[in-house]
């Protein structure tokens, strides 16, 4: 595939595109087309017309069958004979030009076969059952999911349900989807016989979905291309001016790309690493975003260096060369061979400065890497080349080793969409996505999920409608709420309710990024609308059960819910009834003279705990003089010690005595359950240890909030209280209160 393409927005000028490989000469698709006509070749040779395809593939698959592309081709020939093209060619170059692109992407040969005959089922008298009686189940397969795909209209109104297709397509088999990208670039390449509206519909629709697919599918050849095409019928003004640039880069004396290439050839000369290193010019588009970015360009910034190595560890020998022996732009370096993007990426890129201030950016890659970054998901061959038992999954439907998780989701959740305009609008927000992360479960698992996703999305992800019963999540071991933006990386465990009628929080709707979140939020809030007082019934009767059980506990019932399932404001962590201690220099914090015994500096009436904090033994501590030669302690990370010191309020030593009684502030997490206070209360005495206060939030999606104020005997025994709480059928996190900052 030549990286020239014509301007559709000016036919006949020529896009001085920059090659990604060494470029072949351009092919007359004319000649090959007048070629056709004159019929087929004899049996025992190749098609003259079809010649520059079998040199293509033989690159890839020096030892490939040709004789499938020559029946292919005769074929192909034989049924658009008469037909013609918008352009005037005879219409066999559109086929012969499709599978040329593809053939030097690297395709394998049953693609390509497919790829010649792709329109000969929509436009011909051929059927799939003779395509499957002559070239077998795949190739038909595959002519069978283009077909489909072209019998759908491409106007406005029925985009939506064409891309269902379409997707639905790609998801049975990446392949169909790579004849698509490469059906749709020659037909950019030739869009200048089209009316100018025509042109810019066509454009539109490959810039907001096919261009996503092809990065998506890692097809960057095909990507950079179509950007480019689609830039210059959108915008054929800032098009002008950036070809403009680019010539008038071209035709200045010295080139600094070059230069800092044969320095970079030089120095992993000297440290024997065999390596290409190539200078690889920016497209048009590339060109444009990095104008915008930066004002002036220089030299450096028309192009990158591409350097090629053999083995992955050849990567980071490199790397290191550069570093050691140039000036490193730190900043720049990323590493995507540790961690490849989701559409199978691998690079490693950096940058180097000059001593004129230009900055170089270089990607090092093996060679196979670079044939998958080019051509992505084409470059893997045929997906489906295993033993016969790996040849379907055990529900019969076909095995997919090369489908990314992103496409997986978008599988699952366009059944899901309730009508095509929530499937379009959600597809586009979703390819819109540019990155992706990879979260951990507990279990070893992971799940793929666009950049910015939270644990609604998470929940949603791994166990789709279900997930209405979510009630909490733990990111890396810690407590978090549903709303929480998760990172490449974490590890996510879901807390699940166990009450199958369980229902999602409005809230969520807030939260969910992903369209398998989004749409099985938005399909049960449509069939459940809210109770007049906004209190889900559920939540409401729960409530009221647990009323009074916590009154006969001595407990507090405060209205304080949480829907995110995260810590709610007030009733974690709050400020809990303080009472003052005895008087004397040494004073025990708490009631009746019960607590962690501290020892002050100086007279002072009475001395207590804070119970914003409730600090207890062996916690650092600070005290401060307040109102009536109280002095109130507290942990010394406490956001009152600040407040204190800010409003100038006189700091007293302070030290723990010796009594290792104390008073804590624990909160508790659980399910709701019938008798969960009972029991939780029964643990906390069998301790030993005496309940001071204890509020209970209403439960909410099933979850309930505890704080408990307690009273120790022995600081010593609050790990062993701790874990006892945990071992509470329904209780999933026991915790110490920590300081809130004020107003929180």
Not at 253 to 275: H, K, M, S
Request: net charge negative; with cysteine; aromatic share 4%.
């Amino acid at each position: 595939m030549s990286a020239d393409a014509t301007n559709p927005a000016a036919p006949g000028a020529v896009v001085p595109a920059a090659p990604r490989r060494r470029a072949r000469p351009r092919l007359d698709l004319r000649r090959l087309g007048r070629a056709a006509l004159l019929g087929p070749a004899a049996r025992d040779r190749l098609p003259d017309a079809i010649g520059h395809v079998a040199e293509a593939h033989r690159a890839h698959f020096p030892d490939a069958d040709l004789e499938p592309l020559r029946r292919a081709y005769v074929l192909a020939e034989s049924s658009h004979r008469g037909q013609m093209r918008k352009s005037g060619e005879p219409y066999i170059t559109h086929p012969l030009a499709v599978t040329l692109i593809l053939a030097e992407l690297g395709a394998e040969t049953t693609t390509l076969t497919a790829s010649l005959l792709h329109d000969t089922v929509e436009d011909t008298d051929v059927t799939l059952d003779q395509v499957g009686e002559e070239f077998g189940a795949e190739v038909r397969y595959l002519v069978d999911g283009v077909t489909k795909l072209e019998k759908v209209d491409y106007g406005a109104a029925a985009e939506p349900e064409t891309f269902r297709k379409m997707l639905v397509a790609t998801g049975s088999d990446v392949r169909v989807m790579s004849i698509k990208l490469a059906d749709r670039l020659h037909n950019m390449r030739t869009l200048g016989v089209m009316r100018p509206e025509k042109q810019a519909r066509i454009a539109k629709v490959t810039r907001d979905v096919l261009i996503p697919l092809a990065e998506r599918l890692g097809v960057q050849a095909l990507k950079t291309e179509l950007e480019d095409l689609v830039f210059a019928i959108l915008h054929p003004e800032e098009y002008r001016h950036t070809r403009e640039l680019i010539a008038e880069n071209a035709s200045r004396p010295g080139d600094p790309l070059t230069e800092v290439a044969e320095q970079v050839r030089g120095v992993l000369r000297e440290a024997d690493i065999a390596a290409e290193v190539l200078v690889r010019p920016r497209h048009f588009v590339s060109v444009h975003r990095v104008s915008r970015k930066r004002g002036r360009l220089r030299g450096a910034d028309f192009g990158r260096l591409l350097v090629l190595v053999t083995e992955d560890a050849d990567c980071y020998g490199v790397l290191g060369e550069l570093h050691t022996c140039m000036t490193p732009v730190v900043s720049e370096f990323k590493d995507f061979i540790a961690v490849p993007k989701f559409n199978l990426y691998q690079s490693l890129h950096t940058a180097v400065a000059r001593e004129d201030g230009q900055v170089v950016e270089v990607l090092i890659r093996t060679h196979q890497m670079h044939k998958v970054a080019e051509a992505g998901v084409v470059a893997l061959g045929n997906p489906y080349a295993a033993p016969a038992e790996e040849q379907s999954a055990g529900d019969g439907e076909r095995v997919d080793p090369t489908r990314p998780g992103w496409l997986s989701r978008l599988l699952d959740w366009q059944e899901a969409a309730p009508d095509p305009d929530t499937f379009w609008s959600t597809l586009r927000e979703d390819l819109a996505q540019d990155r992706e992360i990879t979260v951990f479960r507990p279990d070893g698992g992971t799940l793929g999920l666009p950049d910015g996703a939270t644990c609604v999305d998470a929940a949603y992800a791994q166990y789709g409608e279900d997930a209405h019963a979510c009630i909490g999540a733990r990111v890396n071991g810690r407590l978090a709420r549903l709303s929480t933006v998760l990172k490449d990386g974490d590890t996510v465990q879901l807390l699940m309710g166990q009450d199958p009628a369980s229902e999602p929080s409005r809230e969520w709707l807030e939260h969910a990024h992903t369209p398998a979140a989004r749409i099985a939020i938005q399909r049960w809030l449509a069939t459940h609308p809210a109770p007049a007082d906004d209190e889900p019934e559920e939540e409401r009767d729960l409530r009221e059960a647990a009323a009074p059980e916590a009154a006969a506990s001595g407990a507090l019932a405060e209205p304080t819910t949480d829907a995110l399932g995260g810590p709610a404001t007030g009733a974690l962590g709050g400020p809990a009834a303080e009472a003052p201690a005895g008087p004397g220099a040494e004073a025990l914090g708490g009631r009746s003279g019960a607590a962690g015994a501290v020892v002050v500096d100086g007279p002072h009436s009475a001395v207590r705990l804070a119970g914003c904090c409730t600090p207890v033994p062996p916690d650092r501590v600070a005290a401060f003089a307040v109102r009536g030669g109280v002095v109130t302690v507290h942990r010394v990370e406490c956001p009152g010690v600040a407040r204190m010191k800010g409003t100038g309020r006189a700091e007293v030593g302070v030290r723990w005595g010796d009594t290792t009684a104390c008073r804590v502030t624990l909160l508790a997490e659980s399910f709701g359950r019938p008798h969960l206070l009972a029991d939780l209360t029964e643990a906390i005495a069998l301790e030993g240890v005496e309940i001071v206060s204890a509020t209970v939030a209403p439960p909410a999606q099933q979850r309930v909030h505890h704080t408990y104020t307690l009273h120790l005997p022995d600081a010593a025994r609050l790990p062993a209280l701790m874990r006892a709480m945990r071992s509470v059928p329904g209780v999933y996190d026991v915790s110490r209160a920590q300081p809130q900052p004020p107003g929180a």
